[in-house]
Every structure is written in C-alpha cells, then in structure tokens.
C-alpha cells in the first residue's frame, strides 16, 4: 500500500466532504484520520499523487455548515478503520486539520464551483 511522494509543484485540488454525522468529524479531528467510501477513494487519491496539496473541506449533511477544513497527509491506504463501524467506508488516510471550527454555509456564498455549473459551496 505505500507509494512514493506526492508530485510537487502542481496544482491545489479542494474537495467538500460530507459526513453523515459529527461524530466522525471529532473522531477525525482526534485521531487526524478520514475514511470515505470506495467510490471517492480513486478520486481523492489521484488528486492526491497529482496535485501539490489537497485540502479537505468537511460538512455533516444538513448542518448549514462547514465544520473545519485539513490538508490530505497521505494516500489512502488499504487498512480500513473500525472507528466508523462498518458503514461501507473504504481504507483510512491521514488528515492534518487546519480549522476545527464550524462555519455557516452563509459566509461562503460568495464562492462558487466553476465545475459544477457555478453552484454555491456548501
């Protein structure tokens, strides 16, 4: 499962994750570890061998809010977590939070995805 360093020089990637509760945010935030669902994990890792940095902004569904943002420390790897139960997550990833703060959806209204049809971020 390991791989050599992420290519330096390249661009910053953003993704929003969305979490289907704030427990797994403070599990997260405590233990500076993420899982995500197999489907995200060829995305998140091409992202992460291609750009220089990829940050991580994370929101529990239905919050209105951001919940804090982290940088992706590492790739993800093939060892899976018991610490989200089995709730059909994928292998476990280093994450180095930023902010641990939660912040409404309201002050970020300004900026919008160019990808995805200039919607607002949330």
Excluded at 36 to 65: D, H, M
Excluded at 79 to 107: H, L, M, N, T
């Amino acid at each position: 499962c390991k791989s050599p360093s992420p290519i330096q020089n390249m661009p910053v990637r953003y993704f929003i994750m969305k979490s289907s509760n704030l427990q797994n945010i403070a599990i997260s935030q405590q233990k500076g570890i993420w899982s995500t669902t197999p489907s995200n994990e060829r995305k998140l890792n091409g992202a992460f061998w291609e750009s220089s940095v990829v940050y991580l902004i994370f929101s529990v569904q239905g919050s209105g809010c951001f919940q804090g943002f982290a940088r992706m420390g590492s790739a993800i790897g093939c060892e899976k977590s018991q610490d989200w139960g089995s709730a059909g997550f994928g292998g476990v990833f280093k994450v180095d939070w930023i902010r641990k703060e939660s912040i409404p959806f309201q002050f970020a209204h300004h900026l919008l995805n160019p990808w995805n049809d200039s919607k607002k971020v949330q």
